[in-house]
């Protein structure tokens, strides 16, 4: 398994601001993933980051709002951009642990509470 | 495409009964299926997972989940309910798509224990 911290733990911002959070893993790998879990709702995927290349968005996520940096294989960063209310949300990070096959499992860092007012 | 829905957003059960929670999953071939908990305030735990081995799969803390293809579902169970299982469950649904795979969550269903 693989062990992932995230920074901050949670913020309290204002409108119009911006915050970036950490994902640092204590392994080597080569995707990870953003996620994005809104009071009450379930998860639902920002976006895919591996080092190396762009970050591949899903539907609904756009690279002006959520920047993505991945530097190396063990760091990844998101920003969330110009943020409104609506982006209050809790923010996670994961890593496949090891291999690529459908059946690998994810693993979760602890998340990053954000309440914007 | 893959999905999956879980038949309950809540689920109260008293301490040392059993538990269902039910997840059916569409996908177009042979998927694999995962149960993540999520504690309050707390990051996400896998429970287990099925991957095209034993339908019936056991996870941590006395939890299984059997993997019937008949009916598409993907259940989880435990014997006897403790208070420390109230929590959130997810039922997650793999895809893999663009290389890599990715994850489809349910939407959740919240378990209360009761004394």
Request: glycine fraction near 8%; include cysteine.
């Given at each position: ?26 392994s080597?790998?080569?995707m ?76 979760f ?9 | ?5 879980q038949?309950?957003?809540?689920v ?30 707390k ?7 099925y991957?095209?081995a ?41 895809t ?20």
């Open positions: 398994s693989a062990v992932i911290s995230q920074k901050p733990s949670r913020d309290i911002c204002q409108r119009g601001t911006s915050l970036t959070i950490q994902c640092q893993v204590d080597q790998v080569t990870m993933f953003w996620y994005r879990q809104q009071p009450g709702q379930s998860l639902t995927l920002i976006a895919t980051a591996n080092q190396g290349s762009e970050a591949t968005y899903e539907s609904g996520f756009v690279i002006d709002k959520f920047p993505i940096s991945r530097p190396n294989l063990t760091f990844s960063t998101l920003t969330v951009s110009n943020m409104s209310p609506e982006d209050s949300s809790i923010y996670l990070c994961s890593v496949v642990g090891g291999g690529r096959g459908i059946g690998e499992t994810q693993y860092g602890p998340g990053t509470r954000l309440l914007v007012l | 495409a893959q999905s999956v829905t038949l309950d957003s809540h109260s059960v008293s301490e040392g009964t059993p538990v269902l929670l039910r997840c059916n999953y569409s996908s177009s071939y042979s998927p694999s299926l995962f149960w993540y908990v999520q504690h309050p305030n990051g996400l735990q896998l429970l287990l997972k991957t095209s034993a339908t019936l799969v056991k996870g941590i803390n006395g939890f299984e989940a059997e993997f019937k293809k008949s009916e598409t579902s993907f259940h989880l169970t435990k014997p006897s309910a403790h208070m420390s299982d109230a929590a959130e469950y997810f039922c997650v649904v793999t893999f798509s663009g290389g890599y795979n990715k994850l489809i969550f349910g939407a959740g269903t919240r378990l209360a224990v009761h004394p």
